[in-house]
Nanobody
Framework: QVQLVESGGGLVQAGGSLRLSCAAS????????MGWFRQAPGKEREFVAA????????YYADSVKGRFTISRDNAKNTVYLQMNSLKPEDTAVYYC????????????????WGQGTQVTVSS
């Protein structure tokens, strides 16, 4: 069992930055793919970024490539999402997820989800 708790969301102006954190409990954290997804009001949940167990492979949605960076610290059981050059369209609830995933953008493959943290970008 893995429990995930996100933090770091908030209100920021367009062009600003935020860093989200996801703290995980459970001894198998280091073996799982970790992903970030987001859901805006009235829209479906969408893939943002993912990172494999070692941190050697990362995956990004085209909409955030070059602006967001995912990283993980297995010693701290934590995954991060550094978000730069934020845009109003990045406004959403951001969710952390983990699992034994073969296709990182596929939300259905993730076994565990956090409660989400709100990110609001004002124009």
């Amino acid at each position: 069992q893995v429990q995930l708790v996100e933090s770091g969301g908030g209100l920021v102006q367009a062009g600003g930055s935020l860093r989200l954190s996801c703290a995980a409990s459970g001894r198998t954290f280091s073996y799982y793919v970790m992903g970030w997804f987001r859901q805006a009001p009235g829209k479906e949940r969408e893939f943002v970024a993912a990172i494999n167990w070692s941190g050697g492979s990362t995956y990004y949605a085209d909409s955030v490539k070059g602006r967001f960076t995912i990283s993980r610290d297995n010693a701290k059981n934590t995954v991060y999402l550094q978000m730069n050059s934020l845009k109003p369209e990045d406004t959403a609830v951001y969710y952390c997820a983990s699992g034994a995933v073969l296709n990182p953008p596929n939300a259905r493959e993730y076994n565990y989800w956090g409660q989400g943290t709100q990110v609001t970008v004002s124009s």
